[in-house]
Structures are given as C-alpha cells and as structure tokens.
C-alpha cells in the first residue's frame, strides 16, 4: 500500500557546489576489454581515483558550497557506499571542514533515497546536504557501464550571516511503496537489480503521484526545468516525458551516481538556470520524492565557481584493468615493502584539526607558518605564541619534488612535493591526480581531502595536493572568504 508523506519547507538555498573525479573510463575500452567489440557505448564513465571514497567525495563538493563562507549547524550525508558501517561517516566531513566540535552530524547511508532524504532535512531545518556515491557493478554489466562516482553539497539556512538564498524550495512531496528494484546484501560489492519492466511499472504511479502534488501545491503547471533521477533507464524517461520542461536542455553525460545523482542534476541546473525560473527535482528510489524550487536573481552572482561542463572535460582516461584494480576486482602482487601501519586512535584524536582540517599555526610574534604546526617558533623561537592557520583553502607552488616507484602504493609511482604555500608555510605532501611528466617546479597546486592508504580496517584520511587544472576557475576556490 503506498504511504503518502508530506513536510513543511523552512530555509532557502544559500550555496551549491559539486565534484567530479578527473578519471574516466571510456566505454569503448570497457568492451574491447570484456571482448563485446563496440557493445559498451560512446562516452565514458566517471571514476574515482584510488585515494577517493564517498567521504572525501563528499568534503571536495561541501568544500566547493562553503567556498564563498557559510558554517552549519547540521551536515547530511547521504550514500550508498559508506567507508565505514557501525560508525558516522560524516563526522570526517565535519572535521575536514574544521568546523570545531559544535553542531550536528549524521549519516543516511544503504540505499540511493538517502540523497532525497539529506535535501529534505537540510531543506526544513537548515544545514548542509552532503550526496556523495561511488558506484561499482559487476564487471560487464550496466551498473558498472552506466553507473558513475561524484558528489553534490547544498548549504541551506535562513540568511543569518546577511546571504540572500540563490533559491528557495517552494514545495515537496513524498510517495513510498515496499517492492523489490535493487537490493545489497551487506558484504556483496554490487547490487542486483530486477527486469526493468517491472521496475517501470511500480516507479510510474509513484512519480504521477508525487510530482503531481508538487506541482499543484507550487501552483504551476509546467516547471522551467525537470531532473528525474532513477537507477532505471526507462522510469527516467517515462518521468522525463510526462513532466517536460519548459525550456529545453540536454543533461550532462555522468551516468547514475545513486544517492549522488538528484544532486548532481540539480546542481547542473543551477549553472545555467536563470533568475525566477522554476525547478522541479524527482527522484525515484523506493517511492518518489518530488521537490520544486524557484530561483532568486542571487543565483547569477553566486554560482558555483566549477561548473559541471567544466569538470567533465577535465576527465584523463584510465585502463579497464586499472579501474578494476581500483575497486578490489582484481588483486594485484603489492610491492615488496612492509605495509603501513593501522592509523592509531590517541593520536589521530590530538591531532584532529591539523589531519583533518589542515590547520597549521602561525606566530603571533612574527607571522612565520608552521606545517605541522608547532609550539615553539622555528622564526623568532617564541614558545606558545601560536595561532591557528587554516592551510586547506591555501594554493600552492610545487618548490622541488620526487618521484618514488619502491613506495606502498595502490597505484604507483608515488610523487612526493614540497610545498610552499600562498602567505606562508611549507610542508612536503603526496600529490594525486598527476603523472611523473605533469609536475615541474612552479607547479601550481590546490590541497584534496584523501585516503592515503587503509590497513587494519581503518582509513587514514589526510590532505593531498593536486595540480590545476582550469587555472582561472581553481583560482577563485582559493580567494579569501568574504
């Protein structure tokens, strides 16, 4: 029997900002791999490198919605691929955005409508919506063809800090019915899935209904734009030729990101949607939720400083044996060094700001920064004069680097770099998302949320430096905030 679920819309949308990884599998590679020939499609899938889960997904895009300011109370992250069970995962979130201690963080993970659930909340009480996915199929199949890996942050509030939200939420509802689409046993690596007939025929009431409902209570009865987000190809079509939007537009090419996806669509709209425009967002996953949104003329002055278009062609291609060695599919010989150590708590906790949040400290006596932070000055030697300095949204310079093809990596060689920040400070730091012959001294690079490795269980999360890619773009991320 379907339950019909409706809930009060409270804060306006101050802030969006999305991430997609570099990386990207083509699909033509895919089926010369699989031996299907030119089977697999044109195009290519997004992929997350080896250092990227949906945790670090989700502080990249969070990070990109808090760029232009904007510290919240609450952080809901949705995912279907959580790094850890039996612990919150966005907890991380919250301390690589060195948010302190205060404030509210929770997890809605195991199935893709914890992206709907993560926009209501944030939607109705306030807070930041964190949607980030990592999507892994079986090898040859469609979840693995068509799926993809990315994140989506939305920073809802009331404007207490003097923003004007770039949209406001007008309206939502919610329609949920029990019946087997997709489904994971815990410890399986890929979901399966039933006919797509029947998935269609059980999604299709449920979208009528709640979209339906939306648009009453919107009061209107065409939306300027529509994003239908399903795992099932022919229930987004269906949904996307019932509700057709009034101004046309072709989506961008990412594939299915789970509960990243109904964030993903919407943040491709807001970079291109114009002032008072109507957005209507459906995302079917074990019901329908149905959300419209009408924007401000905000939302031209406060985009999001990396749009999706851009992102897309930043990608570099990788090999099918790579990405399958990425996802644990194929286990390769390790190099022949010991493995690392698991991550210790005591100290992971002392350290808290500097490992998650990159915090060095700079004398109060004579400005020197100091990465790692430190007690006494290397500068003027004055002992407990520091202050914090925040170094995640710093740019950099590559000063000298190595590259190391003996070290532990899952996918090597390592390049090490020594740092030099934009207002001081020095660190030596691994740098991803870069080949040996794309580094140089007087690389520009931008600090990255990762996982350097994982052993015994647990993550070792820490900061990374990347090179840029669209100078000008990556350049705004780092100006001071406002």
Partial sequence: MMQVVDAPVQAGLLAYGAY??????????????????????????????????????????????????????????????????????????????????????????????????????AATTGGLAVLADIRTGRPGSADERDGGDGAAAFLFGGGEDGAKPIAHVVAQASATAEFLDRWRKPGESASSTWEDRFGLESYLPLVKDAAGRVLERAAIEQADHVVVSCSQARAVAAGAKL??????????????????????????????????????????????????????????????????????????????????????????????????????????????????????????????????????????????QMERAPLANKAGTVATYTVDRLAFSPSPPMIDAVIDFDGGGRCTLELTDAKPDEVEIGTRVEMTFRRLYTSGGVHNYFWKARPYEAMPEAEQLHQPRR
Avoid: M
């Avoid at 109060?364 to 407990?384: I, K, M």
């Fill in 20 to 121: 997609l990884p570099r990386h990207r599998l083509q699909r033509s590679e895919l089926a010369t791999a699989l031996g299907t020939g030119t089977g697999g499609g044109h195009g290519a899938r997004i992929v997350a490198s080896c250092d990227e889960d949906s945790t670090t997904l989700g502080v990249a895009a969070a990070r990109r919605a808090l760029a232009r300011g904007g510290s919240p109370d609450s952080i809901y992250f949705a995912t279907t691929a959580p790094a850890y069970f039996d612990k919150t995962n966005a907890t991380a979130i919250h301390a690589a955005l060195d948010l302190g201690h205060r404030g509210f963080a929770v997890d809605l993970a195991g199935a893709a409508r914890g992206g709907s659930g993560a926009l209501r909340a």
């Fill in 243 to 384: 509700f057709q939007s009034r101004i046309a537009a072709t989506p961008p090419a990412i594939g299915y990101v789970g509960a990243a996806d109904l964030g993903l669509g919407l943040a491709a709209v807001l970079d291109r949607a114009g002032p008072d425009e109507t957005i209507l967002l459906i995302g079917a996953a074990d019901g329908c939720d149905a959300f419209v949104l009408r924007t401000t003329t905000e939302l031209t002055r406060r985009r999001a400083a990396r749009p999706l278009e851009a992102q897309l062609a930043e990608g570099r291609d990788l090999l099918y044996s790579t990405f399958l060695t990425w996802r644990g599919e194929l286990e390769r010989e390790a190099p022949r060094r010991p493995e690392p150590d698991r991550p210790a708590a005591p100290p992971s906790a002392r350290s808290e700001a500097w490992k998650f949040g990159f915090v060095g400290t700079r004398c109060a006596v004579c400005g020197r920064v100091h990465v790692p932070p430190n007690r006494v000055c290397s500068g003027c030697h004055a002992v407990d």
